[in-house]
């Protein structure tokens, strides 16, 4: 049994040493090659005698950030991936969070990093991975970890607007891996096609795969996703048979009629997450790959990236959301209603997280920590912790989970309790719109719309008329030529709420 994410890349260099593990369509890196550069850096690391702490990787997406983030684990340390496409002040406060004595970059990023408020150690990738390799050190530092050692932390951003550092542990993560592989279906043919910046973990699905099986992964340009037709093409010229992307990426290809262009070849995985796939859109996605699997992924990031799964095998109405289905093996899903007790089949609770899914918590914040990582409320005879997701979810006639909303957008207007996403649903149904977010300005309680389409404002809320009642219809709608996306791929609804202050004031 692996107790280090690394040992899937400990036997898979054995057997495909020149297979490429990683490439962006312009470089490339062997299993052979990632496997000399990480024991280099984890080398350097232990020379330095930089161990058990954060490492800060601040480099372009490139396959020598991802073998950057394998030597800094090679060390016996953990890895905190941050990006130049970051805010500064938030990189200021993660760098404070951590209080790191190295930061790892590129030629292009260390003279961003020498600007810093904070000031730490700035080492060249290039420079270390030419470090004679010590296997001796590197094994007994091997010997030395447990799987409850942390690999990575990732920062999610915080109510407070203070960032939080997410710490996984290489149990998890190894977790995660065998069931997500098994459910997905990966195996040595799989060339997948990463789409999220390497600073979420929701690159997680490509990243460790790819070393368990001997697979291929390219990291897309970001601007690829720019061009709808010239990321298709991408897909076509590099074979890439399997995408675990955000709903928006899916999405802008389908809305945008880039089908009637080109079409993928050879996708056969299809994995979606992190918002609710319209059906409409979705049901393009079908009709164009009739033989492809698709599957619905569901998880936060203090979860591990995702917990439940549902295989796409029926079909759906359009006022319909596509089910997030049941967990991965090892993890329990809990139903709480407010009361701390089940919730029923049709009822709605929170869904709360238990099983080897749970990250340790957020770094250097025991506070925020105790907020969330809770004890079971169900169980009152010994410690046991459960994530409260601060999702809202119910179970079909089927039994299947349904993502209902996020609690902080189910709102009281007019003394009606509404979800906003079911009035993104319903917008998202119209013939002409690509793409919805719904934001509500409590301060004023008017509920705000904002969506891309070939329909005008007027038109779009008459046709709502005959869908929603009249206490749920916004009270302002507005027509946007692209809707702002979050750099994980979520609809950016605060700058929609900046937009909207602006517009009203």
Request: hydrophobic fraction near 35%.
């Amino acid at each position: 049994m692996q107790n280090n994410v690394l040992d899937y890349l400990d036997e898979t260099v054995v057997r495909v040493p020149e297979k490429t593990a990683f490439s962006n369509g312009t470089d490339e890196m062997t299993f052979s090659e990632v496997d000399r550069a990480s024991r280099a850096i984890g080398t350097w690391l232990h020379q330095k005698s930089i161990y058990k702490k954060p490492v800060v990787v601040f480099m372009n997406k490139h396959p020598k950030e991802v073998t950057a983030f394998f030597g800094v684990v090679r060390g016996g340390c953990f890895y905190v991936p941050i990006d130049e496409e970051m805010p500064r002040v938030r990189i200021d406060l993660i760098l404070e969070n951590l209080k790191p004595e190295i930061i790892l970059c590129d030629e292009r990023t260390a003279k961003l990093a020498e600007t810093f408020s904070y000031k730490a150690e700035i080492v060249l990738y290039d420079e270390i991975c030419g470090t004679k390799i010590d296997d001796d050190a590197l094994r007994e530092i091997h010997a030395k970890a447990i799987d409850t050692d942390p690999i990575y932390v990732v920062f999610t951003s915080g109510s407070t607007g203070i960032p939080k550092g997410v710490a996984a542990c290489h149990r998890s993560v190894l977790d995660y891996i065998e069931h997500l592989s098994e459910v997905l279906e990966f195996d040595e043919n799989t060339v997948f096609g990463n789409q999220t910046p390497l600073y979420f973990d929701a690159c997680l699905k490509e990243l460790y795969p790819t070393l368990k099986y001997g697979a291929t992964t390219y990291l897309i340009p970001k601007e690829k996703f720019m061009m709808p037709v010239k990321l298709v093409e991408f897909l076509n010229e590099y074979h890439i048979n399997t995408i675990c992307w955000v709903v928006s990426a899916l999405t802008m290809i389908s809305a945008f009629n880039t089908f009637k262009t080109v079409v993928p070849q050879y996708l056969h995985t299809i994995a979606f997450g992190s918002e609710v796939f319209p059906i409409k859109q979705f049901n393009r996605w079908r009709e164009v790959l009739p033989e492809a699997k698709f599957t619905n992924l569901y998880g936060p990031t203090e979860g591990t990236g995702m917990c439940c799964y549902y295989k796409v095998e029926r079909e759906f109405e359009l006022d319909e959301a596509i089910p997030i289905g049941r967990p991965f093996a090892n993890t329990e899903i809990l139903l709480l209603k407010e009361d701390n007790t089940l919730a029923g089949q049709g009822e709605t609770g929170e869904i709360c997280i238990r099983g080897t899914s749970l990250t340790l918590g957020y770094y250097n914040n025991f506070e925020k920590t105790s907020e969330v990582f809770v004890q079971n409320p169900l169980n009152t005879a010994y410690p046991e912790l459960i994530y409260r997701t601060g999702d809202l979810g119910r179970y079909n006639e089927y039994g299947e989970l349904i993502f209902v909303s996020r609690k902080d957008y189910q709102i009281k207007h007019m003394g009606h309790r509404i979800e906003l996403g079911e009035i993104e649903v319903n917008v998202n149904m119209l013939d002409n719109v690509k793409i919805s977010g719904c934001i509500y300005d409590g301060q004023n309680g008017k509920i705000v719309l904002y969506y891309v389409g070939d329909i005008e404002e007027k038109e779009l809320i008459a046709l709502l008329k005959d869908k929603l009642p009249r206490y749920m219809i916004p009270n302002y709608v507005r027509k946007l030529e692209q809707m702002p996306f979050t750099a994980n791929g979520k609809i950016d609804r605060v700058t929609l709420m900046k937009n909207h202050q602006e517009k009203t004031k």
